[in-house]
Structures are given as C-alpha cells and as structure tokens.
C-alpha cells in the first residue's frame, strides 16, 4: 500500500494511528498554517534579495538587490535549504489557523503534512507546538497524492486536505479522489496571483471560511 511513496515518509506515516471512524483534516503548513512568504521576505532582505511578485513561482522572482537580475535557477535549492535551516521553527502562524483547528480537532483528526525537508522536521514541529498546533506531522517528500490515499484509504468518514499548491491539488485528485480537496493560500499577494487550482474542490479564502466549509461537509455526511 505504501508503494510510490518516499522511504523517509513510510515510517513517520507508521508512527500514525487514524481511527476510521472520524473525519480526517490533511493540510499542509507553509501558506496554510505558517506565513512561508512572510518570513521569506525578511529572509532574502537578510541576503540581500528581494521577491518580485510577478507570478507565483520562486525561480525568477528571488531577485538581487544590486542589479535586480534573478538569482540563478541552480541556487534557489541551496537558498531554500538555509531559510528552513533558519526559519522553520519561527514562521508567523497564519491568522486563525490555531484556533479553527482545535475547534475542528473536536470532530476530526488532523495531519500536518508538509513538504518540509525531513531535516528539518524537528524544526518545525516546533513551530507548531508553540504555535497552538500540536498535530502529528508528517515531513513529506515528493506529491501528496499517494500519502494522502494512504492515511485516508480505510476512512467511513469524509477526508479533507488542505493546500496552497495546484500540483498538490492534482496529485491528490489522481490518487484519492474521494477526498474533498480545500486551495487556500494564506498571503493576499500570493493568492492573487494564482487562480482557483484546477482539480481543488473549493477555493477557500480565510480560516473561517474552511472551517464553516468543513464543517457543512461533516454535517451532510
């Protein structure tokens, strides 16, 4: 059943107990539960870089402050690497996300599963702790779609999952279509660069709104 997905996932998955007979929240942390863009801009202004706002990708729009040129394609990964290194365990947690969550862990199960470099897991996990968000995390590696049909598969109640990232909205669709998929981007700018992803089942704005959202689906059965 864990065929497809990445050996440093198959054991945090293990560590897991869902009970299949409670609704289960899947969703992911950056520009869901945590400022990713926030504390990225405050990053590159320590590197003297800036972000450029034209689309929603990262290569091309890491730019340097002295001739405004993109830092070149093959740094961003290094680049990314020393921001988790330094900002995983301290990313501003989104407006709402903590306390919509409890309210929902009252009903649900939750999963954090982010695409965090598994290094940094510890990190981030402390990030949630301390943020009002103490749920297991899984430190994904690769799309979402096969580990969330896994941790859903046995489910009598629906599956929720919740993203800011199209791909990871199309990878879920491929492999467990029978959860109801919630695209949500937390920063303003990010969001508006970005329409709806197209195979999300709803595009939600706020934490209110997903909550209200999730909770109507429950409700309905």
Known sequence: MTN???EDVIPQIDAITIQTDRPLIITD?????FGFMQGLEI???EQE???????????????????????????IPGLLEQFFDEYAHRLPPVDGAAEHLQKLSETAQIVVLS????????KRRESLVKSGMDFP????VGPKGRVVNYLSRNLSKPAFFIDDIPTNHSSVFKHATHVHRLHYIAD?????LLEPAEHSTARLDSWPELYGHILDVIDKG
């Open 29 to 33: 942390a950056d520009e869901v539960l």
């Open 137 to 140: 995390l899984i430190a994904n």
């Open 49 to 75: 870089m800036f972000f450029d706002w034209t689309s929603f990708a990262l290569h091309g729009n890491i730019r340097q402050k002295s001739d405004k040129k993109p830092v070149e394609a093959e740094k």
């Open 4 to 6: 497809g997905i990445h």
């Open 115 to 122: 695409n965090v470099p598994p290094k940094f897991a510890a």
């Open 43 to 45: 990053f590159l202004e």
């Open 188 to 192: 303003d700018r990010l969001a508006k």
